[in-house]
């Protein structure tokens, strides 16, 4: 059967941080007052997605990833990761503020869960006034400086806050500490990976009192002190034109502002993913038309490496390895 644009089915899970934008402002189906997660594309085990339209709908993204190898994902991608789809796309609303947290490196995630490391950037898509998120450090620091302030239940007093709007962009390298604040509604792009050691989480209790767990012991081996503070992304963004935010080794993320008809080519030997972050568009192969609303997000297999973008004016995610 031939591969042609994908959309799924997004796995929606609540959070004790949840809200109700997913579902008022991006249009997911759910009733939950606390859904704080859309998976949108996942081969995370026991959450993976399935195939919502066309003659393949129904289908895992692991059968498609067994069936199809290169073909979905490019030689040089399944050379490198084989059967296992190495992005993990979302879309995060943050009701309340996020658990203060980083994630490991491959490395250490390797050697402590047999996973990927959680390389991460964040575009964010709305947020209410005064809303910030939590990035690195405030000052110079060391691990004696943080063990003092964390064991003196300070940990707050040393982190930058970045006051955000929609548009703005930042890039969480392994090792960095973070966290969404409270009003937060933003698109994350992540490597294929759940691993993450929370550090605090404002002493709060779920329904039963109970805190949620903590990871200082894993966190303190796995945070970066002297990270430059370079993880705000600046971009111009140009009409019809891929403008790129962050390029890695595990994904390359662009912004593409479309407005009309555009003619796009795959010579990346990718997969391609689009996320609507912004407006609707139309993705056009071989005469067949899919629509990709605000909110949704649609695989492009490395098989097709021509199509075309329509939208009266609409603002994507373009993201590929």
């Not at 997911?28 to 606390?34: C, L, Q």
Request: charged content about 25%.
């Amino acid at each position: 059967m031939s591969l042609y644009p994908l959309k799924f089915k997004p796995i929606l899970k609540d959070k004790i941080w949840g809200g109700q934008k997913l579902s008022n402002f991006l249009n997911k189906s759910t009733d939950s007052d606390m859904a704080g997660e859309s998976w949108e594309l996942s081969d995370v085990e026991g959450d993976t997605s399935l195939v919502a339209n066309g003659n393949l709908s129904g289908t895992s993204l692991k059968t498609l990833m067994e069936q199809y190898k290169a073909d979905l994902v490019g030689e040089k991608v399944y050379t490198q990761f084989g059967s296992k789809f190495p992005l993990l796309i979302k879309y995060i609303d943050a009701k309340k503020d996020l658990s203060v947290q980083l994630h490991p490196n491959d490395a250490l995630a390797k050697e402590r869960h047999q996973s990927f490391g959680k390389t991460e950037m964040w575009y964010v898509m709305q947020a209410d006034e005064g809303s910030n998120l939590i990035i690195d450090f405030n000052q110079p620091m060391t691990a004696a400086l943080y063990k003092k302030h964390l064991n003196s239940k300070t940990l707050t007093s040393i982190l930058n806050f970045e006051t955000v709007t929609t548009g703005d962009t930042f890039f969480i390298e392994v090792g960095r500490v973070h966290a969404i604040g409270a009003g937060v509604l933003l698109a994350e792009i992540q490597q294929t990976s759940d691993i993450t050691y929370r550090v605090y989480d404002w002493d709060r209790t779920d329904a039963e009192g109970n805190m949620r767990e903590l990871h200082n012991d894993l966190a303190m081996d796995a945070i970066d002190f002297d990270m430059p503070d370079d993880f705000k992304v600046s971009y111009d963004a140009t009409k019809n034109t891929s403008e790129q935010l962050v390029s890695c080794p595990y994904f390359t993320t662009n912004v593409l502002d479309v407005e009309g008809s555009i003619s796009k080519q795959n010579i990346q030997d990718s997969f391609m993913i689009y996320m609507a972050v912004d407006g609707d568009a139309v993705f056009e192969v071989d005469g067949k038309a899919t629509k990709l609303s605000f909110g949704e997000t649609i695989l492009i297999p490395a098989s097709i490496k021509d199509f075309k973008i329509t939208a009266p004016n609409a603002r994507l995610l373009e993201v590929y390895i």
